[in-house]
């Protein structure tokens, strides 16, 4: 029976210790326990490093017409601002004087980017300038050769 008890102590040994070892962290897992069973890790959201990937909900307020306010309107929290005027494309600028359309006066939830790229319309590209915390929407070539009427 010795042996048998030896063979059983030394298997339970075994398990523990892999317990034991299963519990380590790693250099990898960063968590912090904030309850007896839950723990969060110990990083950025990824709304957080990503500003334009946040998500949004919005009611636009009455005072906001036009589809530049409602471009500032979203960004004005988010970090980000539009590209200064000068710098944009003519016709982007046109498309930012145009009245908000009534279905566009309500977004989300949605990430902020999909809003902005929403406002500006199928015409344009977000580009993202991360080194200035800029936006600015460049012309998609189908639409590049079109005259911009009331421009």
């Given at each position: ?8 102590g ?6 523990c210790?892999?317990t034991v070892l ?17 723990s ?6 990824t ?26 309107y ?5 970090g ?26 309500q ?14 319309g199928?015409?344009?590209?977000l ?25």
């Open positions: 029976m010795t042996g048998k008890k030896k063979i059983i030394i298997t339970i040994l075994m398990f210790a892999t299963a519990k380590i962290p790693s250099k990898n897992d960063y968590a912090t326990a904030v309850g007896r069973y839950m969060v890790e110990n990083k950025p959201d709304a957080q490093v990503d500003l334009l990937s946040q998500t949004i909900q919005v009611r636009f307020p009455q005072d906001v017409q036009t589809i530049g306010q409602a471009m500032d979203l960004l004005r929290f988010s980000y601002k539009l590209m200064p005027e000068d710098l944009q494309h003519q016709a982007l600028k046109s498309t930012l004087h145009k009245p908000l359309p009534i279905v566009d006066r977004f989300g939830p949605m990430p902020l980017k999909d809003a902005l790229s929403t406002l500006a199928p015409a344009f590209t580009v993202e300038d991360p080194l200035n915390r800029e936006v600015d929407f460049k012309l998609k070539s189908p639409f590049a050769k079109k005259t911009i009427r009331g421009a």
